[in-house]
């Protein structure tokens, strides 16, 4: 279920890498119907991958954790809220980073990966690097930027909601995932 899961939530989001594909999916099914269908394909992979990875055991340890990584989690995990909180507002922080979602994900994803080292969060992880990675070189070689006139108050909320939402998470992450990552958390 959680392979399933990937296979169609990353390939789905790996569509706009192939730029004639999609222009013949929305040839085919209208701009509306085709983002539906991401839409709904995306949500469907998304809810297959909780399921899956909630189910599937741990699997054998393919490598050690990494101390450094742990330790590094919560001050990655901020930076990589804030990223994804920045990724749709006009702030200073997607104009200076570009693609602020496909960085913020690489990290949240690379610091699992390496803060983990079992069979199932090696494959999770390591697929999410690995999409992350791929679609942030090919939005760089299409030039899939479009300029705008950043706002500092969009600054101010990436960062606090991004922060926010970094705490929230860290703090029920041990009920949310079953590994507590913060020693005040709940």
């Known amino acids: 279920m ?11 989001h790996l569509i706009p890498v192939v730029p004639p594909l999609k222009a013949q999916l929305v040839g085919v099914f209208g701009e509306n119907r085709y983002k539906g269908l991401f839409a709904l394909l995306a949500a469907l992979g998304l809810v297959l991958v ?7 055991p741990a699997g054998p340890q393919l490598f ?3 101390v450094g990584a742990i330790h590094a989690a919560p001050l990655a995990m901020v930076v990589s809220f804030i ?3 920045a990724a749709n507002m006009k702030s ?14 690489t990290i949240w994803a690379l610091v699992h990966l390496l803060a983990n080292g ?3 969060a090696t494959l999770l992880f390591s697929a999410f690097l690995a999409y992350a990675v791929v679609d ?11 300029p705008f006139t950043p706002a500092l108050k969009f600054d101010v909320i990436a960062c606090i909601s ?8 860290m703090t029920f992450h041990r009920r949310l995932m079953g590994v507590a990552v913060v020693p005040w958390g709940a």
Do not use: D, T
Not at 2 to 12: A, D, E, H, V, Y
Not at 50 to 56: E, M, P
């Open 50 to 56: 909780v399921a899956g990875y909630a189910r599937a």
């Open 64 to 66: 050690a954790s990494s």
């Open 2 to 12: 959680l392979s399933l899961g990937l296979l169609l939530f990353i390939g789905i």
């Open 92 to 105: 200073h922080i997607r104009a200076w980073v570009r693609h602020p979602m496909l960085l913020g994900l």
């Open 118 to 120: 079992h069979a199932k």
């Open 162 to 169: 991004g922060l926010l939402l970094a705490l929230l998470v």
């Open 83 to 85: 990223l994804l909180a």
């Open 136 to 146: 942030l070189f090919s939005v760089i070689r299409r030039q899939s930027y479009k």
